[in-house]
Nanobody, 115 residues
């Protein structure tokens, strides 16, 4: 089964940091892009950050300057470093792997920021 696997979620106080990891279901170079999305209770899933095969990054306005997406092509892992966390960052964070017109989703990892 082609499925990314997330880890690193947890409970953190506002202003703190967390680093999420996503183990790719294959070589990173075989995917057009890898990304992080999140879904808060009662809200739609939204883009957080994406990194392309060439290393180009895109961020949601709400996380610019606080979150950083990166990739390790040797470990086939994508990371999301989250700093200066806010209560509104509380959500389930999902890793996405995109190959052509296909999307592969992980099961998600919970991030809870206490104020």
């Amino acid at each position: 089964q082609v499925q990314p696997v997330e880890s690193g979620g947890g409970l953190v106080q506002a202003g703190g940091s967390l680093r999420l990891s996503c183990a790719s279901p294959g070589r990173l170079s075989s995917f057009n892009a890898m990304g992080w999305y999140r879904q808060a209770p009662g809200k739609q899933r939204e883009l957080v950050a994406v990194i392309s095969t060439l290393g180009t990054t895109t961020y949601a306005d709400s996380v610019k300057g606080r979150f950083t997406i990166s990739r390790d092509n040797v470990k086939n892992t994508v990371y999301l470093q989250m700093n200066s966390l806010k209560s509104e960052d509380t959500a389930v964070y999902y890793c996405n792997a995109k190959r052509g017109s296909s999307d592969y989703w992980g099961r998600g990892t919970q991030v809870t920021v206490s104020s």
